[in-house]
Structure formats: structure tokens, C-alpha cells
T-cell receptor, first 117, second 114 residues
């Protein structure tokens, strides 16, 4: 069965440190999508990135970067020069074909990141 | 665009009471879904809909009911609330299509069942 593992429950860093959030997934599908969402203290879920299984290019967006490696089934997320506003829970998710063409998201348990000044 | 909206933001219920969590989207998305978030478990799918008049069960549907009479609205009904339904509930929507369109989430409803 599809599964997403975020082994790091909580990470604490000091501002300006780089931090990497790990995500390992399991799937039998040859075509699939991976996502990262951010949940700040206010509680909403903010979409960060979507990556399909055919695109292994790393992506950089400002201080955020993502490393997708099919060989190790990992989709890790790095924040460079972290800031207090990065404090949040980060979820990695995998899409799964569920029923009738509908694709549901399988979420990891989340990693709580605390950035201290 | 307001995106996905949910009401109420917070609700306290007594065991056995019923209530409806409201969800609406103004993006003309075909697909809508309800997830619940519990500590240490990420989000789990309760029910989903692929269009008006079409709904189906997710992985944790027991105790919940849904209907979809319009494209915009997808209410979630708790028939007889139980303490195990204390959770944060998120509604999501996305466009249909084989190219995994991104799901957009509402702000959540925090439910406490006493």
C-alpha cells in the first residue's frame, strides 16, 4: 500500500541555519505525484510544490528547494537561511488512484519545525 | 476568488448531537473532499465527490454523511457526534483531470465533542 514517512517529528533550529525535512514514500504506481504543504500556527494548509514521478529535476524557489530521488523514493525539502516565519508543520503527501478515477492524497504525519531567533 | 471557505471555524458539541460542517468553493472545481487531521496521523480522507450528485466514501467514512447538490457546496454531516470525532476537519477542492491537479484546502473547522 502507498505510504509516506516523515521520520522527523520535530526539528528545532536557530534562525539562519539551513534545515532539511525528509520524506520517504512507498508506491507501486509508475505514475504518481508528490506534494509538500505547510501548516503555519494559524492552521491553514498552504500548498508549496507538486512534482510528478517523471520529473526528477530539483527545484528551487527562493530559500526553498526540493530534491526528488526516485532511486531512494525520497522527496526532501530544504529551507536555506531559515527564518522565524518558517516555523510550521510541514506535510509531505503522495497521490494515490483511489476509486472511479479520483486521486486521494496520502499524507505523512508531518514535521514540526521551530525556528528560534 | 475566496477559494475554499469553511464554517464554522470552531464548534463544541455534546455526544449524540448532530451538526453540519459547511464547505464552499468558487473556483468551479469538479472534485471536492473532506479530510480529518488528528495528531501524529497527518490527514485522512473521509468522503469525496467527483461532481454534483456524485459522492463516495474515503478511508474513514463512519459517522459522517455528505451530499453534493451543487458544484460549489459540499457539506459534511455528523449524524450523532462521538468524542472520537474530535478533530480538525479540512475541505479541499481541485479540478478534474488525469494531470494531478493540486488540491486546495479550506482554513479548517476545529471540532470538540464532549
Amino acid at each position: 500500500a502507498q505510504k509516506v514517512t516523515q521520520a522527523q517529528t520535530e526539528i528545532s533550529v536557530v534562525e539562519k541555519e539551513d534545515v532539511t525535512l525528509d520524506c520517504v514514500y512507498e508506491t507501486r504506481d509508475t505514475t504518481y505525484y508528490l506534494f509538500w504543504y505547510k501548516q503555519p500556527p494559524s492552521g491553514e494548509l498552504v500548498f508549496l510544490i507538486r512534482r510528478n514521478s517523471f520529473d526528477e529535476q530539483n527545484e528551487i524557489s527562493g530559500r526553498y528547494s526540493w530534491n526528488f530521488q526516485k532511486s531512494t523514493s525520497s522527496f526532501n525539502f530544504t529551507i536555506t537561511a531559515s527564518q522565524v516565519v518558517d516555523s510550521a508543520v510541514y506535510f509531505c503527501a503522495l497521490s494515490e488512484v483511489y476509486s472511479g478515477g479520483y486521486n486521494k492524497l496520502i499524507f505523512g504525519a508531518g514535521t514540526r519545525l521551530a525556528v528560534h531567533p | 476568488n475566496a477559494g475554499v471557505t469553511q464554517t464554522p471555524k470552531f464548534q463544541v458539541l455534546k455526544t449524540g448531537q448532530s451538526m453540519t460542517l459547511q464547505c464552499a468553493q468558487d473556483m468551479n472545481h469538479e472534485y471536492m473532499s473532506w479530510y480529518r487531521q488528528d495528531p501524529g496521523m497527518g490527514l485522512r480522507l473521509i468522503h469525496y465527490s467527483v461532481g454534483a450528485g456524485i459522492t463516495d466514501q474515503g478511508e474513514v467514512p463512519n459517522g459522517y454523511n455528505v451530499s453534493r447538490s451543487t458544484t460549489e457546496d459540499f457539506p459534511l454531516r455528523l449524524l450523532s457526534a462521538a468524542p472520537s470525532q474530535t478533530s480538525v476537519y479540512f475541505c479541499a477542492s481541485r479540478r478534474a483531470g488525469v494531470d494531478q491537479e493540486t488540491q486546495y484546502f479550506g482554513p479548517g473547522t476545529r471540532l470538540l465533542v464532549l
